[in-house]
């Protein structure tokens, strides 16, 4: 099955600073890839996805790059505030794999210092 | 209101003691699923259901069942739990589409203590 590596596992930066978070993955008919986030004690939730046939998708302070060739994916926050800290997964779906099986990657502890 | 619930959100239980955690969704999703979270382990699937009375084994199914009798459920069964179940558990649900992928939406977790 699908393997997906995550970095790093934790994270430290100052408000306002721009965080980074990196995900391969190892199946290459992968086509879908979708970041999660977690808040402490609470469930996790769809923040951003991107699909195959897209290099990048930006939704205000948050974008998620796609390097198919490489198999990697990153996810970028910009002026980063308190309320961003959390705990956030990144996911590949295999195209032909029974749709809705995500495979996540273990995770990345974001904190960021006011 | 579209929700994920989950049953109960705490419990501490013994070894060898058959427990059930339910899961109701009442979005008319087709998709569910079972996953356990681990620290620095991430979200591990357990089991999944496309559809009524089809389920399937995820990442980690060995200690659990599942049965998928009605659209809107799915429990989660230990049927002798072991310390080593002792976890935080997330039900999730979603649409499936034809040829494309759904958004999941997951439950606000069970935590189980298993001594």
């Known amino acids: 099955g699908e393997n997906v590596e995550q970095h790093p596992s934790t994270l430290s930066v100052q408000e306002g600073d721009s965080a980074v978070i990196k995900c391969t993955y190892s199946?290459?008919?992968?086509?879908?890839f979708p970041w999660y986030k977690q808040e402490l004690g609470k469930r996790p939730q769809l923040i951003i996805d991107i699909r195959s046939n897209v290099g990048e998708k930006k939704d205000q302070r948050i974008a998620v790059t796609l390097n198919k060739t490489a198999k990697h994916f990153s996810l970028h926050i910009t002026e980063t505030q308190p309320e961003d800290s959390a705990v956030y997964f990144c996911a590949a779906v295999p195209r032909g794999s029974t749709l809705g099986r995500l495979y996540f990657g273990r995770g990345t502890q974001l904190t960021v210092w006011p | 209101e579209a929700q994920v619930t989950q049953n109960p959100r705490y419990l501490i239980t013994v070894t060898g003691k058959k427990l059930t955690v339910t899961c109701s969704q009442n979005m008319n999703h087709e998709y569910m699923s079972w996953y356990r979270q681990d620290p620095g382990l991430g979200l591990r699937q357990i089991y999944y259901s496309m559809n009524v009375e089809v389920t399937d084994k995820g990442d980690v199914p060995e200690g659990y069942k599942v049965s998928r009798k009605e659209k809107r459920n799915f429990p989660l069964i230990l049927e002798s739990p072991s310390p080593n179940q002792t976890s935080l558990y997330f039900c999730?649900?979603?649409?499936?589409?034809?040829?494309?992928?759904?958004?999941?939406?997951f439950g606000p977790g069970t935590r189980l203590t298993v001594l």
């Open positions: 999730a649900s979603s649409f499936v589409g034809a040829d494309s992928y759904n958004e999941q939406f």
């Open positions: 199946d290459s008919a992968s086509n879908y």
